[in-house]
């Protein structure tokens, strides 16, 4: 059994960063962030494979930046350049998608409780 615990989160003003991390107990082959906005389906944000391979969503490609710090079984996202469509709830996931499928939601079966992030503009 694997436990997620999100911390981070936050209100900012468009433009500004914020930086999410995610603590893990047990062992995680890969993990992602998520994110569901009010009336919008989860979608995958931004994820890291075992072998340190990224895959981000088009929209946070340059703003955003995955990392995990193994030593600690921490995930991190770091979010720059922050916008108001980039408001929602952020879920840490863990599970074994194959590279390809790295935000796909479906294949993820470890999740947190959410943290909220809201930008203003």
């Known amino acids: 059994q694997v436990q997620l615990v999100e911390s981070g989160g936050g209100s900012v003003q468009a433009g500004g960063s914020l930086r999410l991390s995610c603590a893990a107990s047990g062992y995680t082959a890969c993990m992602g962030w998520f994110r569901q906005a009010p009336g919008k389906e989860r979608e995958g944000v931004a994820a890291i494979d075992i072998f340190g391979n990224t895959r981000y969503a088009d929209s946070v490609k340059g703003r955003f930046t995955i990392s995990k710090d193994n030593a600690k079984n921490t995930l991190y996202l770091q979010m720059n350049s922050l916008k108001p469509e980039d408001t929602a709830i952020y879920y840490c996931?863990?599970?074994?998608?194959?590279?390809?499928?790295?935000?796909?939601?479906?294949?993820?079966?470890?999740w947190g409780q959410g943290t909220q992030v809201t930008v203003s503009s």
């Open positions: 996931a863990a599970g074994a998608p194959s590279t390809s499928r790295l935000l796909n939601d479906a294949f993820y079966k470890y």
